[in-house]
């Protein structure tokens, strides 16, 4: 049984490129925005996010009418929620857009459809999720209750790299987590149509906490890179030869030290697991707690450079330029959202005396959390009028300026780059 139209709830970095990946296969879809302006965007053919590829398929999916936008749910065969799950204040996962979004397609809800929730989410979110549907349709069976039940229901996690979203999106394998054996196959069915990696089956729980797992796994290992830098840092020890040592060991592959860790998903993940478990989950907080301490760690850093240059120069500290290269969360993208560099700049241009500048090859304005303390100027200029460098992302236009060239005697490099 195939699906005549397939309907994507949220049109951001995972829903775009999922709306579009099933258009290309010549389906069907209809992507719902809260957002008008992103809707206008995509029934235009344009796109509102940065992806590479993303903007020629969406173009093209929209211009051969298999994709367009809406503001509100219409009838589908198949619902795929992807909707942000941020955490509140308090650390706990906020499931309020996945709420809204769940009530907002039951009116439009009929008998056979699939729904989809792939947002990152605690353990128990898909069975929340079917609890809200059947309370707004009393007129519909819904899993576990039903054994026979009108719509099946899976989680089914997004495990894409941002800036590799539309090739890992059809290559990597998937996790399959239907409340039912019968909604996991309908829900490998779906999937099948753009996959070529593997549906992977299981129940919705486990699919839920794989998620949240692997993030988990990855925070984990960058905390204990980012405290060997602490402690390399205390000894006297260089920790990138120290790792590319170590990781001569057939068992040991150490990750990388940085300025922190960025994004919307490893930063925010294990806090659901935290949030569920708190007395069980100490390592996995201690990793979120060591991540989250490192900007403030390069700022001593910093604090430590700017002390010691002026003793040697003589200079004020109003005199001095310190100068940050890097905002993004991560090397060779544009985006600067719930970035540890955005953090240290602003730590640093919030502390200093003097000027502070940043260099951020991908973007062409300085960001307006910056704008009254910091401005964004050219690598050459920064690299030969600043005094103090600041090395925060391991961008390709960094790393292609030999250490040798870089004529400073305070550098401050979370990174590695100019060693
Ligand atoms: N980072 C380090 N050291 C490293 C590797 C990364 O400090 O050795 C930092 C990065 O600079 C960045 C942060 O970690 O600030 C996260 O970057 P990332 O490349 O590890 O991951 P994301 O956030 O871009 O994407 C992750 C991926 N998850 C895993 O690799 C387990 C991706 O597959 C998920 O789909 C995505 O989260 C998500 O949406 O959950």
């Given amino acids: ?6 309907s994507v709830i949220g049109l951001g970095y995972i829903g775009l490129p999922t709306a579009a990946a099933f258009a290309s296969r010549r389906q ?15 029934n235009r053919g344009e796109i509102h996010i940065v992806e590479p590829d993303l903007d020629t398929v969406v173009k093209q999916a929209v211009q051969d009418g298999f994709l367009r936008a809406a503001t509100q749910p219409v009838a589908a065969d198949a619902f795929l929620i992807a909707v942000p799950t941020p955490f509140k204040g308090d650390h706990q996962p906020d499931m309020s857009y996945v ?14 459809d699939l729904v989809i929730l792939e947002s990152t989410s605690p353990v128990g979110a ?42 890992e999106l059809i290559k990597n394998d998937r996790v399959i987590g239907g409340m039912t054996p019968a909604c996991s196959e309908r829900a490998c069915e779906l999937y099948r149509i753009f996959l070529e990696g ?29 405290e060997l830098s602490l402690i390399c840092a205390e000894q006297g020890i260089n920790v990138w030869e120290l790792i590319t040592l170590a990781n001569r060991h057939p068992r040991v592959n150490i990750l990388q030290p ?16 935290v949030a569920q478990n708190p007395e069980l989950a100490r390592l996995i907080r201690t ?18 450079a700017v002390a010691d240059c002026l003793t040697a120069t003589g200079k004020r500290a109003s005199e001095l330029t310190i100068a940050c290269f890097g905002l993004a969360f991560k090397p060779n993208i ?3 959202r719930e970035s540890p560099a955005m953090e240290v700049a602003h730590l640093v241009a919030g502390w200093h005396a003097g000027t502070t500048w940043v260099v951020e090859p991908n973007v062409d304005a300085i960001p307006a959390k910056l704008a009254h303390e910091a401005t964004l100027v050219s690598q050459e200029q920064a690299l030969q009028q600043a005094d103090v460098l600041v090395m925060l992302v391991d961008h390709h236009a960094f790393k292609a300026v030999s250490g040798d060239r870089v004529a400073q005697r305070w550098v401050v490099d979370t990174k590695g780059v100019w060693r």
């Fill in 287 to 304: 990793a979120r707690e060591v991540n989250d301490a490192k900007p403030h760690w390069v700022l001593e850093q910093v604090k430590a």
């Fill in 334 to 336: 544009d985006d600067l």
């Fill in 258 to 273: 940085g300025p922190g860790v960025g994004g919307h998903c490893i930063a925010v993940d294990p806090w659901f697991i």
């Fill in 28 to 42: 069907n879809v209809v992507g719902i925005d809260i957002n008008a302006r992103a809707v206008e965007a995509i």
């Fill in 1 to 6: 049984m195939s699906f005549n139209t397939i």
């Fill in 198 to 226: 593997e549906c992977v089956v299981t129940n919705a729980r486990t699919a839920e906490m794989c998620k949240l797992t692997e993030n988990s796994f990855r925070d984990v290992n960058i905390a204990f890179a980012n």
């Fill in 99 to 112: 709420q809204a979004a769940a009530l907002s397609l039951a009116p439009v809800l009929k008998k056979g």
């Fill in 126 to 167: 898909t069975e929340q999720m079917a609890q809200w549907l059947a309370e707004a349709r009393p007129d519909l069976a819904f899993p576990p209750q039903a054994e026979n039940p009108d719509i099946h229901i899976a989680y089914c996690p997004e495990r894409v790299l941002p800036g590799q979203v539309m090739v």
